[in-house]
């Protein structure tokens, strides 16, 4: 059985950090594709970063470039997100998403997902 778990969510003030997590179990950790996405409420959900099967490859959205880093560690089947001057923009649920694919920005190219962990992040 696949599962992918988030934790690290919360709240925190604007210019704060946070660290979310993803454990998975149930697929080969090492030769997947792990990536973040997150939804806001009232919008669809979006690309946040990517890191490659390799894990020699990352890739992010425009709008956290610079603030947020994607990593992960093969031996803990766990893939990070470290997020940093966070701002209310930032507000949304994250997802950790996997897939043995290739990968890249698009939601439907990743056929495993966690629950979600909430962050907020206020003004």
């Known amino acids: 059985q696949v599962q992918l778990v988030e934790s690290g969510g919360g709240s925190v003030q604007a210019g704060g950090s946070l660290r979310l997590s993803c454990a998975v179990s149930?697929?080969?950790?090492?030769?997947?594709?792990m990536a973040w996405f997150r939804q806001a409420p009232g919008k669809e959900r979006e690309f946040v970063a990517v890191n490659t099967r390799s894990g020699s490859s990352t890739d992010y959205a425009d709008s956290v470039k610079g603030r947020f880093i994607i990593s992960r560690d093969n031996a803990k089947n766990t893939v990070y997100l470290e997020m940093n001057s966070l701002k209310p923009e930032d507000t949304a649920v994250y997802y950790c998403?996997?897939?043995?694919?290739?990968?890249?920005?698009?939601?439907?190219?990743?056929?495993?997902w966690g629950q979600g962990t909430q962050v907020t992040v206020s003004s």
């Open positions: 149930g697929i080969t950790f090492s030769t997947s594709a």
């Open positions: 998403a996997g897939t043995l694919g290739a990968g890249g920005r698009r939601s439907h190219a990743y056929f495993h």
